[in-house]
């Protein structure tokens, strides 16, 4: 079986496409392609994945009629006629998301190559939009995107992270050494995304003094490598502890120490952080395309496992109260736990894999 997976532009699309290409590797015996942006992140991590990658020139479509919009809209033509051998010879493509997977879902609809599209947001991209009018099948994460030919498989994330609710106990001594933080402490994540997000980096400085005097909290902040300088100043707060970081690389480490996370609604994060069962207080970014995030973090919090504080109208005081709030109520945070656990979808990846191999030997067409 062959399956090209076309997706990039950052690593929140390549990721997923990586712990896809994995379970097509070892449940199916699938051989993979991977195309995508010869600029993006999948150039490096596809490879390091051990997969081939056969880079394409695309550009980010603007919403606004533009000489940038216009040669991205080029530029993904030019792309999909160069991938389309490529696809041709391929028994399902898998549309993973993002700008760069534009060609290869164009080029399946010339080759009548079957089409899988993830769809991960509870608002579909622009890509997905268009491209669902030729797929044949869409796996998605949220229930909001239910509807004909959708599966809700739920967004794949990496084999380590899954692992964490088996191997909590042994991730967190490590992720305590690693970090170093206090074993003795409850643990607050606070998570901006691969760039960071700095207004949570703010809010987090601004909170920090008021919780100054939690001798039983400690803070782990992930600032994004542009913001890490300007807030290592934080770590001088005591005696509560925090301890900042430019990026969590080994991420399976922080959701095993983690009694709450401060985070944006990313689905990403929402699908790492309700596959270990982390309560979350969820800050949707605000100028998310077509407020994607604000629709993620709601239904999260419909299913009780987040509490939605949207950027707006968040204080210092107000995120401070939130997190003592929570990290006095055990039974809350517990429930909360329970909750994403009964959400997410850990086994996101082998859904995925079994939907693209199924669409592979033509069932359900």
């Known amino acids: 079986m062959n399956v090209v997976i076309a997706g990039g532009g950052t690593a929140g699309h390549v990721f997923p496409a990586l712990a896809v290409a994995d379970a097509l590797r070892d449940r199916h015996a699938a051989a993979i392609t991977f195309l995508g942006s010869a600029a993006g992140p999948e150039a490096r991590l596809v490879p390091d994945g051990g997969y081939p990658f056969i880079p394409l020139e695309v550009g980010s479509a603007q919403r606004r009629l533009s000489l ?21 010879g391929a028994d399902a493509v898998l549309g993973a998301g993002g700008y760069a997977s534009a060609p290869a879902a ?7 190559r079957p089409l899988v599209l993830l769809s991960p947001d509870s608002v579909p991209g622009a890509v997905t939009r268009i491209a669902a009018r030729w797929s044949t099948a869409i796996a998605t994460t ?70 100054a005097g939690r001798e039983d909290l400690q803070i782990l902040l992930s600032t994004g490598p542009a913001h890490e300088a300007a807030f290592r100043d934080l770590a001088r707060i005591e005696p509560l502890v925090v301890r900042v970081v430019a990026s ?25 952080l309700t596959a270990c069962g982390v309560p979350s207080i969820l800050v949707p970014y605000p100028h998310a395309t077509e407020h994607h995030q604000d629709g993620n973090a709601r239904e999260v919090e419909r299913a009780g496992a987040a509490v939605v ?12 109260a939130r997190i003592m709030e929570l990290m006095d109520d055990e ?4 429930g909360m736990s329970d909750a994403a656990r009964a959400w997410s979808r850990p086994d996101a990846a082998a859904r995925v894999a079994d939907l693209v191999a199924g669409v592979a030997r033509g069932e359900g067409r």
Request: glycine content about 8%; hydrophobic content about 50%; overall charge positive.
């Open 331 to 334: 039974g809350t945070r517990l």
């Open 248 to 272: 969590i690389e080994r991420m399976e480490l922080a959701l095993a120490l983690g009694d709450l996370a401060v985070a944006r609604a990313g689905v990403g994060h929402i699908a790492e």
């Open 68 to 88: 940038g919009a216009v040669r991205a809209v080029r530029l993904t033509f030019a792309a999909a006629r160069a991938c389309r051998p490529v696809v041709d």
């Open 309 to 320: 504080l949207p950027e707006a109208s968040l204080t210092a005081e107000g995120l401070a």
């Open 106 to 112: 164009l080029a399946a609809r010339r080759t009548r």
């Open 142 to 211: 949220f229930e909001a995107t239910a509807g004909a030919r959708v599966e809700r498989t739920g967004n794949p994330i990496r084999a380590a992270i899954a692992s964490v609710p088996e191997r909590r106990a042994e991730l967190a001594k490590e992720a305590v050494a690693a970090f170093d933080l206090d074993e003795r402490r409850r643990t607050v994540l606070v998570l901006g995304g691969s760039q960071g997000a700095l207004r949570l980096d703010e809010l987090t400085r601004e909170a920090a003094p008021i919780l």
